[in-house]
T-cell receptor, first 113, second 112 residues
Framework: AQSVSQHNHHVILSEAASLELGCNYSYGGTVNLFWYVQYPGQHLQLLLK??????LVKGIKGFEAEFIKSKFSFNLRKPSVQWSDTAEYFCAVSQTGANNLFFGTGTRLTVIP | KAGVTQTPRYLIKTRGQQVTLSCSPISGHRSVSWYQQTPGQGLQFLFE???????NKGNFPGRFSGRQFSNSRSEMNVSTLELGDSALYLCASSRVGTNEQFFGPGTRLTVL
């Protein structure tokens, strides 16, 4: 069965600090990978996605993620966080072409001004 | 283009009752998926509908069911509600040929 692990439950950073959130998945086949963000009081929004090709993908708001197939990882990065990045971040995986997403438990990011 | 809409936004029911939640996908999207979000279990996939047919199903009991109409709108139904069904129910839609899903705001169900 597919599973997704996000090892950081709560991360607290000061503005301008660099961010890296870990995501590891378990699945033997070809996968699509996603990072979603949920800002306080808002619905889930797609930050970025990996379907195929260049393993370094860039998303909205300066976020990027790197797919490392050998490590089954898809870590999210941002060089300099802002207070407005305070939110909960979810990593998700699906079998290629399927619409049933498996989500990690989420990482709550708090950015201190 | 309007996003995914879900109605109602909030519901309070008592144990044993049944509930129906509604989801209108983004115009042109034909796939609708449902998810349950709880503090303990996180986000879990319920089922997906495409062209009025259930295409995928998660690991939930038969009390959870759904359907999709010809205009791609979808409903999910939970019968014989239990306290543990209290959750945020999210609907997501996607276009044909992509599994990039767009989420609605959710329906917050509280079972007393």
């Amino acid at each position: 069965a597919q599973s997704v692990s996000q090892h950081n439950h709560h991360v607290i950073l000061s503005e301008a600090a660099s961010l890296e959130l870990g995501c590891n998945y378990s699945y033997g086949g070809t996968v699509n990978l996603f990072w979603y963000v949920q800002y306080p009081g808002q619905h889930l929004q797609l930050l970025l996605k990996y379907f195929s090709g260049d393993p370094l993908v860039k998303g909205i708001k300066g976020f990027e993620a790197e797919f490392i197939k050998s490590k089954f990882s898809f870590n999210l990065r941002k060089p300099s966080v802002q207070w407005s990045d305070t939110a909960e971040y979810f990593c998700a995986v699906s079998q290629t072409g399927a619409n049933n997403l498996f989500f990690g438990t989420g990482t709550r990011l708090t950015v201190i001004p | 283009k309007a996003g995914v809409t879900q109605t109602p936004r909030y519901l309070i029911k008592t144990r044993g009752q049944q509930v129906t939640l509604s989801c209108s996908p983004i115009s042109g999207h034909r796939s609708v998926s449902w998810y349950q979000q709880t503090p303990g279990q996180g986000l879990q996939f319920l089922f997906e509908y495409f062209s009025e047919t259930q295409r995928n199903k998660g690991n939930f009991p038969g009390r959870f069911s759904g359907r999709q109409f010809s205009n791609s709108r979808s409903e999910m139904n939970v019968s014989t509600l239990e306290l543990g069904d209290s959750a945020l129910y999210l609907c997501a839609s996607s276009r044909v040929g992509t599994n990039e899903q767009f989420f609605g705001p959710g329906t917050r169900l509280t079972v007393l």
